[in-house]
């Protein structure tokens, strides 16, 4: 039977398309909060109700998928926010099997980039017919007919039949919180929105009356009850109190429990009920062993649903104990076995992430989808007071036939015209294939197809080249065989031969570029700046000025020394060489030499020709 008053919808879009805007703004329209109160839940009239993680906000971009539940009318829709950047694909891919249809929202500006592509096929594979939302009409720079018509022709190239390919198509604005169908009426709400989640988004179709079966798709942690499954019940009902089988996706095992709490969404908070039937979503607490994937089943009848299948890894990097001269200084430096269960802790709910042993007691093999994937769990980490030091990323290679095979990226880059000569060497000479180009008021969007391993390091030397004007979009495409070596970093760096702090008169005469200014605490082996040769170089920056009868230590004030480069975390783990780690601390991030002592390095150099 159909379950008419019920919706489950997923909104899915590239990052920074608006959809996280759009849900706000359906949140404040559906009539069931005071503007007052959700001012007060972002703290102003601007804030982003659904971006509640700290460096959501920061970013600007949605990392973990967030349910909300709105009333249209008699129906509940379950509303699921999913993340628009392809590191966080593995959320996207889970909560799809949550919903029963999806819009697409596509920039009205910039039409659909390698992220839009990655989630519509999901989507697509997944059964569900979209619903597509042009979003930011109002841009100066909007060109809605063509991104209609690049919309039309993707869903043609992931192999839409023709009833998907002639999808409802919605013209909006997030920000201003109308939508309409129709661009010669002027919009005045998101009323025609809402009347296309409900008349295009299918009901479920379900067996109330079959056993229970509910797979779990997301965990979530309370202090007052611990852990929290949420996920959608497929047939049959979940009753407080009930006795339960759970069948473990990993092993096929089954364990029994008892469910303490049912709890369904209802507006941007849970509500306590007795029952949730099938087709609905729902969070359970109680079950405290249950993992992602997992199918709940009564007591006497355990059958596991279809297992959740996620894309593998494409990045793996090095995650080990800080042994740092300046360990325990800023933070506290976690042990192996700390190392050890804080990563557990995040595999229970990060199903994209994988860890394994690495070659010391006291590292671990961390894999996941992209450099910003992991970057935001060393953010985490760091912000928990941890300190670690990590290695750099690498992408993981496959046996294919016998051969070796690397990840491939589909890359887009947006850049002023007057720059796209520099995009397209810095490409071409990482083994990027040019595959098309196309100019809208000034700028250019080329596209390229180029192994994942060539990526690390190119947003940065991109920036570079282009005066911070270009903007990259990548997502995986496929695995291609082995081609060559990746272009490693072009200069050598300055190493400190010292554990002191920096002085202006010792770093005065230095040529290139620093990464510490005078007043700094350094330690011997910390990459301490670069230089324009290609070989490392150890300098002496914590010499203060010798103090004679002529001299005063005072006139070290003469010194005139440009700003030293600063790097965020992201931007060190894509600096760094093999020979290198970053440091990371609650306060500081440090790039630093895998050995630190010189005769170190000159021995494993000599040991290794």
């Given at each position: 039977?159909?379950?008419?008053?019920?919706?489950?919808?997923?909104?899915?879009?590239?990052?920074?398309?608006?959809?996280?805007?759009?849900?706000?703004?359906?949140?404040?329209?559906?009539?069931?909060?005071?503007?007052?109160?959700?001012?007060?839940?972002?703290?102003?009239?601007?804030?982003?109700?659904?971006?509640?993680?700290?460096?959501?906000?920061?970013?600007?971009?949605?990392?973990?998928?967030?349910n909300?539940?709105?009333?249209?009318g008699?129906?509940?829709?379950?509303?699921?926010?999913?993340?628009?950047?392809?590191?966080?694909?593995?959320?996207?891919?889970?909560?799809?099997?949550?919903?029963?249809?999806?819009?697409?929202?596509?920039?009205?500006?910039?039409?659909?980039?390698?992220?839009?592509?990655?989630?519509?096929?999901?989507?697509?594979?997944?059964?569900?017919?979209?619903?597509v939302?042009?979003?930011?009409?109002?841009?100066?720079?909007?060109?809605?007919?063509?991104?209609?018509?690049?919309?039309?022709?993707?869903?043609?190239?992931?192999?839409?039949?023709?009833e998907?390919?002639n999808?409802?198509?919605?013209?909006?604005?997030g920000?201003?919180?109308?939508?309409?169908?129709?661009?010669?009426?002027?919009?005045?709400?998101?009323?025609?929105?809402?009347?296309?989640?409900?008349?295009?988004?299918?009901?479920?179709?379900?067996?109330?009356?079959?056993?229970?079966?509910?797979?779990?798709?997301?965990?979530?942690?309370?202090?007052?009850?611990?852990?929290?499954?949420?996920?959608?019940?497929?047939?049959?009902k979940?009753?407080?109190?009930?006795?339960?089988?759970?069948?473990?996706?990993?092993?096929?095992?089954?364990?029994?429990?008892?469910?303490?709490?049912?709890?369904?969404?209802?507006?941007?908070?849970?509500?306590?009920?007795?029952?949730?039937?099938?087709?609905?979503?729902?969070?359970?607490?109680?079950?405290?062993?249950?993992?992602i994937?997992?199918?709940?089943?009564?007591?006497?009848?355990?059958?596991?649903?279809?297992?959740?299948?996620?894309?593998?890894?494409?990045?793996?990097?090095?995650?080990?104990?800080?042994?740092s001269?300046?360990?325990?200084?800023?933070?506290?430096?976690?042990?192996?076995?700390?190392?050890?269960?804080?990563?557990?802790?995040?595999?229970?709910?990060?199903?994209?992430?994988?860890?394994?042993?690495?070659?010391?007691?006291?590292?671990?093999?961390?894999?996941?989808?992209?450099?910003?994937?992991?970057?935001?769990?060393?953010?985490?980490?760091?912000?928990?007071?941890?300190?670690?030091?990590?290695g750099?990323?690498?992408?993981?290679?496959?046996?294919?036939?016998?051969?070796?095979?690397?990840?491939?990226?589909?890359l887009?880059?947006?850049?002023?015209?007057?720059?796209?000569?520099?995009?397209?060497?810095?490409?071409?000479?990482?083994?990027g294939?040019?595959?098309?180009?196309?100019s809208?008021?000034?700028?250019?969007?080329?596209?390229?197809?180029?192994?994942?391993?060539?990526?690390?390091?190119?947003?940065?030397?991109?920036?570079?080249?282009?005066?911070?004007?270009?903007?990259?979009?990548?997502?995986?495409?496929?695995?291609?065989?082995?081609?060559?070596?990746?272009?490693?970093?072009?200069?050598?760096?300055?190493?400190?031969?010292?554990?002191?702090?920096?002085?202006?008169?010792?770093?005065?005469?230095?040529?290139?570029?620093l990464?510490?200014?005078?007043?700094?605490?350094?330690?011997?082996g910390?990459?301490?700046?670069?230089?324009?040769?290609?070989?490392?170089?150890?300098?002496?920056?914590?010499?203060?000025?010798?103090?004679?009868?002529?001299?005063?230590?005072?006139?070290?004030?003469?010194?005139?020394?440009?700003?030293?480069?600063?790097?965020?975390?992201?931007?060190?783990?894509?600096?760094?060489?093999?020979?290198?780690?970053?440091?990371?601390t609650?306060?500081s991030?440090?790039?630093?030499?895998?050995?630190?002592?010189?005769?170190?390095?000159?021995?494993?150099?000599?040991?290794?020709?």
């Amino acid at each position: 039977m159909k379950r008419n008053d019920i919706r489950n919808v997923a909104v899915i879009a590239h990052v920074d398309h608006g959809k996280t805007t759009l849900v706000d703004q359906m949140l404040r329209q559906s009539g069931l909060f005071r503007s007052e109160e959700l001012d007060k839940l972002v703290g102003g009239q601007h804030g982003l109700i659904m971006d509640s993680n700290d460096q959501e906000r920061e970013r600007g971009i949605t990392i973990l998928a967030k349910n909300c539940g709105i009333r249209i009318g008699d129906v509940k829709v379950n509303l699921i926010d999913t993340p628009g950047h392809a590191d966080f694909g593995g959320e996207v891919e889970r909560i799809l099997k949550m919903a029963d249809g999806a819009f697409v929202l596509v920039d009205a500006a910039e039409g659909p980039l390698p992220q839009t592509r990655f989630v519509l096929k999901k989507a697509l594979a997944a059964g569900l017919r979209p619903i597509v939302v042009i979003n930011k009409i109002d841009r100066p720079d909007a060109r809605v007919g063509e991104v209609h018509s690049l919309m039309l022709d993707l869903f043609i190239e992931l192999g839409a039949d023709d009833e998907t390919a002639n999808f409802p198509l919605i013209y909006a604005s997030g920000r201003a919180g109308v939508a309409t169908t129709d661009l010669a009426v002027e919009p005045k709400d998101l009323r025609p929105l809402f009347d296309a989640i409900l008349n295009n988004v299918p009901a479920p179709d379900v067996n109330q009356d079959a056993p229970l079966q509910m797979q779990v798709m997301a965990l979530q942690y309370s202090e007052f009850v611990g852990k929290v499954v949420v996920g959608r019940v497929f047939a049959g009902k979940i009753r407080k109190n009930q006795r339960v089988s759970v069948v473990k996706q990993k092993d096929g095992s089954v364990f029994a429990d008892t469910v303490v709490q049912v709890l369904e969404f209802d507006r941007l908070a849970k509500r306590e009920v007795e029952e949730v039937r099938a087709g609905d979503v729902c969070a359970v607490v109680g079950i405290d062993d249950a993992d992602i994937g997992d199918t709940i089943c009564p007591a006497d009848a355990p059958k596991a649903l279809p297992p959740l299948t996620i894309d593998e890894p494409t990045l793996d990097m090095v995650f080990r104990v800080n042994d740092s001269p300046f360990a325990s200084k800023e933070g506290k430096p976690l042990t192996s076995r700390e190392l050890r269960d804080r990563l557990e802790r995040e595999l229970q709910h990060n199903v994209a992430l994988r860890v394994a042993p690495g070659d010391r007691e006291s590292e671990f093999v961390v894999s996941g989808r992209g450099l910003l994937h992991l970057g935001v769990l060393l953010e985490t980490m760091r912000r928990e007071g941890a300190e670690l030091a990590v290695g750099k990323p690498r992408v993981i290679v496959k046996e294919v036939g016998g051969a070796k095979h690397e990840p491939y990226e589909y890359l887009v880059v947006e850049v002023p015209n007057d720059h796209q000569n520099a995009v397209m060497r810095l490409v071409l000479e990482r083994q990027g294939e040019f595959q098309r180009m196309e100019s809208h008021r000034g700028t250019t969007q080329v596209e390229f197809q180029i192994p994942a391993r060539s990526l690390i390091g190119l947003r940065t030397r991109m920036l570079t080249a282009t005066q911070g004007t270009a903007v990259l979009h990548h997502n995986f495409l496929d695995y291609r065989p082995l081609r060559g070596s990746a272009a490693g970093r072009a200069t050598g760096v300055y190493i400190s031969k010292n554990t002191a702090k920096v002085t202006a008169y010792s770093v005065d005469g230095l040529a290139g570029t620093l990464f510490v200014a005078p007043g700094e605490d350094v330690y011997e082996g910390q990459v301490v700046g670069e230089h324009g040769r290609d070989k490392d170089m150890v300098v002496n920056v914590t010499d203060p000025k010798p103090l004679t009868n002529m001299r005063a230590s005072g006139s070290d004030a003469k010194a005139v020394l440009k700003p030293p480069t600063r790097f965020s975390l992201e931007m060190a783990l894509e600096y760094i060489e093999d020979d290198e780690l970053v440091e990371v601390t609650p306060k500081s991030v440090r790039m630093r030499k895998l050995y630190l002592k010189e005769s170190d390095r000159k021995k494993l150099a000599r040991q290794t020709v």
